[in-house]
C-alpha cells in the first residue's frame, strides 16, 4: 500500500515535470519552432482548435514560420488569433499559406522571458510540493486506520522528500538550460 502511493506520487510528479518542459516550448527563444502556436486556437466551425490540428506548420529556416491552412478560408481566422496572441509576431499572408518571422530578441525581451520561465519552473515546483503533500497525508491516513506501521510512514515520507528533491532538481536544470538558451545571442 505505501509503495503503491510511492509510485503513484512519482507517475504524479513526472507529469508535473514534463508540464513544466510543455510551457518551456512554447516560451520564444529568438529561434523559430512549431511549438510557438501550440497554444494559439481558431474558431473552426464553432470549435476553439488548435492551428496545429488545422494546418500544417514547417520550419523552413531558423528565423520564420510558416502555417499552411489545410482549409484555405481559414486564413483569415489563423492570422487573427495570430495577431490576438502574446506571440508579438506579424504574420504576413500571400493567400494560400501564413509567413511569420521571429525577429530577434532584445536584451530586455530576454530578461522578461527569463522571469516568464522562472515562473512557469515555480509553477512546477509548487505542483510537486503538493503532491508530495497529498500523498504523505495519504500514508498518514494508513498509519491512523492500522494498516502501517510508524517505521513504515516515516520509511514512505522520507522516499516522498527523496522524489520531491530529485523532481525539484530536474527542473531547477530544465530552467538553467532554457535560460542558457534565450540568453544566448
Known amino acids: 500500500m505505501v509503495q503503491d502511493a510511492i509510485n503513484d506520487a512519482k507517475v504524479h510528479m513526472q507529469k508535473a515535470v514534463d508540464v513544466t518542459k510543455r510551457e518551456f516550448a512554447g516560451v520564444r527563444t529568438g529561434r523559430a519552432s512549431p511549438a510557438l ?5 481558431v474558431d473552426y466551425y464553432g470549435v476553439a482548435t488548435p492551428v496545429n490540428q488545422v494546418a500544417s506548420v514547417t520550419v523552413p529556416d531558423p528565423r520564420m514560420l510558416v502555417v499552411q491552412p489545410w482549409d484555405k478560408h481559414l486564413i483569415k481566422e489563423v492570422e487573427k488569433a495570430i495577431l490576438k496572441s502574446e506571440l508579438g509576431l506579424t504574420p504576413s499572408t500571400d493567400g494560400t ?4 518571422a521571429i525577429p530577434a530578441l532584445t536584451e530586455e525581451r530576454r530578461r522578461d522571458l527569463v522571469k516568464v520561465v522562472r515562473k512557469h519552473a515555480e509553477e512546477g515546483k509548487v505542483a510537486i ?3 508530495r503533500r497529498d500523498h504523505k497525508d495519504k500514508v498518514e491516513q494508513l498509519e491512523k486506520s492500522g494498516k502501517v ?5 516515516r520509511r514512505a515520507v522520507d522516499e516522498l522528500q527523496k522524489l520531491t528533491d530529485r523532481f525539484t532538481k530536474e527542473i531547477d536544470s530544465l530552467v538553467t538550460a532554457k535560460e542558457a538558451e534565450i540568453m544566448e545571442v
Do not use: A, K, P
Open 97 to 100: 499559406v501564413i509567413r511569420l
Open 129 to 131: 510540493r503538493n503532491i
Open 149 to 153: 506501521s510508524e517505521d513504515d510512514r
Open 37 to 41: 502556436l501550440e497554444r494559439i486556437t
